[in-house]
Antibody
């Protein structure tokens, strides 16, 4: 069974750094793209970026380039999303998603979401 | 970036009715379109990809059609569990982009 299990909620102050995680299981993690999707409160979905664990090939949506860092640790089948300096506008739910249909960026399995709250 | 526009924003329907949701792309995306369902407090779920191919374990009550710039998601005989927000997403161009969603609510 494919599962993506995300880390718990984070409550931070503006300027803080944070790294959230997403552990995949039940499939070939190293040979499957994985991505991150943002959902701001009461709003729609936005792709942030994707990474291929096999060779660490990473692509960012223009809106998120330079704002976050996506990485993986293949040894523990875990993907990460990191901010170096949070802003209040980063407050959102963040989902990781498996891109499991070969060659196309479609999220066929999703994590449960990690809320990130940034408030002074 | 390809802009995806969904209509209507909200649709009030009664259980048992048939409903059609629309999604338009700002430029041609061939058949590279997916539909997702999101219920309150839950992660989205993939329903349709390739504009018309149902994802694994998705009931035949959900059907997708269209190509180019115009797409539809049809739900035949609405069940109580179908009341949710539906998003379309294009994956023909980078970055992939979602529509703003259509909320299906009980009439």
């Amino acid at each position: 069974e494919v599962q993506l299990v995300q880390s718990e909620a984070e409550v931070k102050k503006p300027g803080d750094s944070v790294k959230i995680s997403c552990k995949g299981s039940g499939y070939r993690f190293n040979s499957t793209w994985i991505g991150w999707v943002r959902q701001m409160p009461g709003k729609g979905l936005e792709w942030m970026g994707i990474i291929y664990p096999g060779d660490f090939d990473t692509r960012y949506s223009p809106s998120f380039e330079g704002q976050v860092t996506i990485s993986v640790d293949k040894s523990i089948s875990t993907a990460y999303l990191k901010w170096s300096s949070l802003k209040a506008s980063d407050t959102a739910m963040y989902y990781c998603a498996r891109i499991g249909i070969q060659g196309v960026i479609i999220a066929d399995y999703w994590g449960q979401g990690t809320p990130v709250i940034v408030s002074s | 970036e390809v802009v995806m526009t969904q209509s209507p924003a909200t649709l009030s329907v009664s259980p048992g009715e048939r409903v059609t949701l629309s999604c338009r792309a700002s430029q041609s995306i061939s058949s590279n379109l997916a539909w997702y369902q999101q219920k309150p407090g839950q992660a989205p779920r993939l329903l349709i990809h390739g504009a018309s191919t149902r994802a694994t374990d998705i009931t035949a009550r959900f059907g997708g059609s269209g190509s180019g710039t115009e797409f539809t998601l049809t739900i035949s005989s609405l069940q109580s569990e179908d009341f949710a927000v539906y998003y379309c997403q294009q994956y023909n161009y980078w970055p992939p982009s979602f529509g703003q969603g259509t909320r299906l609510e009980i009439k």
